[in-house]
């Protein structure tokens, strides 16, 4: 492990396949910073916060966008519009990035009727810089990638720089903290939490950690809402997936419907192995954290914090390539409209790595775990030290009962790091 590996692994909860990414930023910000090896890099960090939060940020990017899932915040409204008024409703959104996710929150608490004086949502953080942003109550056009919810448009005003405010009634609902989830410990249970694609940069036992303390701190009638790739968390805890399907939507195992898909590859019916099947999420995980990498480096990087017009939004979705549009597609849950743009691209790019591990993503997503696999295998075709495809192999391999191939793949992977 180099110096930098070490030090993210000392300092960071970051997951370490995520780290390996650091040493490309680390390469750009020597060149510009004038430090001549990694350790004199390292010995920066050491003695530069802002440095050090420049590269978390980099390595765990705030990519978000209002509504996104529409599907959960369908649920939300649907169960805020059924909540006794006489009781304050505590909403979280944990891994805010730039506020795009606690907006929806307060729309669609808005939408239902209620005021400030009904619903607190706490927008928390990592990062000091995305906390600032949301503070703006301003979603850049960016922000703006799939369609607004009618019911929600009144209370997202338009700005003459093509963005849309959250109403001031809704920004009144909004509690700010910047924290660490690999370490916080709220002060209070929630009604709502929503932890979406946070815990696919977090390590393991970050990740187990992250699990109980949302099982311990969501109410017995209450709902987490993840992201496709972040179920993992929840193995071995009292929160199975909800009925409410398409919404991730995670409960108390007493409130959820064990009617869950049947298990492919003729796995256990144990109901604590099904919510993580169901997902798909272990072989998701790596691949989509990947992906997410891969866009936030290409020059046409988009985070919700880039200022545009109107005009700008057109074109930069006119000039969207066909992988960005199925990476937001898969990112959305739309798994079939993902599939085809991914065969048009691959059409195009039959030897693009980054396709077909987001292929095998959304077969996985869709239980075609021999699909998955052969994608997988693929991309490790082109790529023999693909850390990503590997481990989503081993999950596959573990998922069919193969526990020592598992082992053996995660082995490999887990030997990338080094050799890459
Ligand atoms: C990909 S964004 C997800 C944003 C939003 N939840 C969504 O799904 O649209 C990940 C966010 O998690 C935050 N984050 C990463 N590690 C964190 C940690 N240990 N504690 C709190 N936030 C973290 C990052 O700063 C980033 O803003």
Redesign the pocket.
Known sequence: MNELSMWLSANT?LEPVVNKFGELFARERMRLLGDKTIAEYVARLNRDSKEAMNLY?HL??????LF?YVASFEVLREELQKRDRSQMIHVA?????TG??PFSIAATALSCGLTPSHIRILA????DD?LAHTRTGRASALAQRTPIPQWAANWLHPTPQGQLELDAQGMAMIDYQR????KWKPDRAFDFV?C???AI??NEQSKRRLGRMLDETIKPNGLVFL?HADSTIFTGTNMRRSEMDHAFAFCKHEKANDKLNPLALGLSQDPWVAPFIQSSSIAGKPAIAAV?KIISTTSTRRTDSAPASSAGVMAARASMDVFTRAQIAADSGHLVEAEKLLLAYLAQEPTAIQGHALFGCVQMAQDKYADAQRSFTKVVYLDPLNGLALLSLAAIAELGGDSKGAQRLRDRAARTVVEK
Do not use: I, K, M
Request: proline residues 6%; aromatic residues 12%; glycine residues 10%.
């Open positions: 909860s940020q765990s990017p705030p990519e978000t966008w996104r959104s944990l891994g805010c990035a795009s996710e928390l953080d990592y990062s995305h924290g660490d989830l690999s929503f979406r694609n946070v940069y977090l992201g997410h």
